[in-house]
């Protein structure tokens, strides 16, 4: 089966994050993750769609099951994890996408290169953070501040020290790297491109877009309706 076209993830990874800023409360949030957990299943990544279900439960249990964890600072960091990781599940999708295919096609429509570098960049940066945070969390283990699986949830601000500033000096030195490779490679050249990817706007493409987008609406108005 020939790949989607790169808009088409484009634009639903856009619908994702516009529902996902726009909905309040646990019946939206729950609706949303709930449809991109079913297109993951759809693209045959259980596994993926598995992971980021046990995640978004344990997430919403701690938040909406325990009153005083929405006071505090640890509060927000969970609900902003809540409200970012449907669109996540489908940047997963996104992210499968090929940097050549999306380089044409946003030539085609006339996209700032700015703009162009900037997503391919992304493309190539995600799969990458995912190495290097269990790269990061082996070098934990092995210097044994945490012992046990469990240590970094009984112990979660530690566990984000340990994680997010080590993650930061890699990402800026990895962002610096995929500029200079992006570069390298031609990406500010005026030429036209050309790739050997299927590239274009098909029936499926369609489809797949307009019940997204119906799927979308209604958990905005189920959203609106219940509060």
Request: net charge positive; hydrophobic share 60%.
């Amino acid at each position: 089966m020939k790949p989607f076209d790169p808009r088409s993830w484009l634009i639903i990874l856009i619908l994702a994050f516009a529902v996902s800023i726009l909905s309040v409360g646990w019946i939206p949030l729950s609706l949303l993750a709930c449809v991109s957990v079913m297109i993951l299943f759809l693209f045959k990544k259980k596994q993926t769609a598995g992971k980021f279900f046990v995640i978004y439960a344990i997430c919403s249990l701690a938040f909406f099951g325990l009153p005083f964890v929405q006071t505090s600072a640890f509060g927000v960091m969970l609900y902003s994890a809540i409200k970012m990781l449907p669109v996540l599940m489908i940047g997963m999708l996104f992210i499968g996408t090929s940097p050549s295919a999306m380089l044409y096609v946003g030539q085609r429509m006339h996209v700032p290169k700015s703009i162009l570098l900037m997503i391919c960049i992304l493309l190539r940066f995600f799969p990458i953070v995912f190495g290097e945070i269990h790269a990061i969390w082996e070098g934990i283990r092995a210097r044994n501040i945490f012992p046990h699986w469990y240590d970094a949830i009984i112990h979660p601000a530690i566990a984000y020290e340990c994680f997010v500033l080590p993650l930061i000096v890699r990402a800026l030195k990895l962002s610096s790297e995929l500029s200079c490779a992006a570069e390298v490679r031609g990406v500010e050249a005026d030429a036209q491109r050309t790739t050997i990817r299927a590239v274009g706007i098909h029936s499926r493409d369609i489809a797949l877009i307009s019940i997204y987008t119906v799927a979308m609406f209604g958990i905005i108005v189920f959203g609106r309706v219940a509060l």
